[in-house]
């Protein structure tokens, strides 16, 4: 007789499965939404030019969120699969820092966020700058959406062993039981709010396996009405 130990293979299996499950329901609920938008103006409701207006906004909402998220799963694809390939250099922190902070910028003020860049001007790390500054406006995204009306989120960056590049925000905190499986794939603290924000429940995820293919690691920690605080650990540039 001839035994196969297929135990790795039903466990891919099983996430593979579970990973189909979770894209086809997030791509379902906003297409629904187009699709009866789409047939509630082709019914009539062109003739009222402010439902329109209204409507085709939410069109437009939602075929966003489906774009973000085809995006993010082929980059996370990418990333799983080995095919993303890392340049690192010395990079300059503050100035990547104030280019994510920019792109983000619309939102923050949407919000009444306020985002201050608390890097020192000669703070430099080891990283591949393009990764780095998505990983960078992930964190810096979840911590305006998140965040409490008129908050504020922080960037900083300390250097011991590992370079750390911290992102805090002083909103209400994430509850001790969730912070394990923050990273995991469309794991949501509050999935009916995070959908109202146009999270794709990936972003965390793509920060956790960059941050891994820099050899580095990130970290939360949450405080229950007093905020948190997202780091990213990176080695030092080799001598």
Known sequence: ????????????????????????????????????????????ALDDPE???RFLSIIRKNASRMHGLIDDILELTAIEGGNVHLRPTHVELAPLVDEAISALDA???????????????????YADARR?????????DN??????PNGHVRIRHES???????????????????????????????????SDMGGTGLGLAIV?????????EVTVASEPRKGTAFTIHLP???S
């Open 1 to 44: 007789g001839v035994f196969f130990d297929i135990t790795r293979t039903a466990r891919l299996e099983l996430i593979r499965q579970e990973f189909l499950s979770s894209v086809s329901h997030e791509l379902r609920t906003p297409l629904t939404s187009i699709l009866a938008f789409v047939e509630t103006l082709e019914t009539g």
């Open 132 to 140: 780095l500054e998505r990983m960078l406006t992930n964190l810096i």
């Open 107 to 125: 939102k923050a003020q949407a919000r009444g966020i306020r985002v201050t860049n608390q890097v020192p001007p000669n703070a430099g790390v």
């Open 160 to 194: 011991a062993a590992r370079d750390k590049i911290i992102v805090e925000d002083d909103g209400e905190g994430i509850p001790q039981h969730h912070l394990e499986r923050l990273f995991e794939r469309f794991y949501r603290v509050d999935r009916s709010r995070s």
């Open 143 to 148: 911590g305006i959406k998140f965040n409490r």
């Open 208 to 216: 956790k396996h960059l941050t891994l293919l820099h050899g580095g």
């Open 51 to 53: 439902s329109s207006r």
């Open 236 to 238: 030092h540039q080799p």
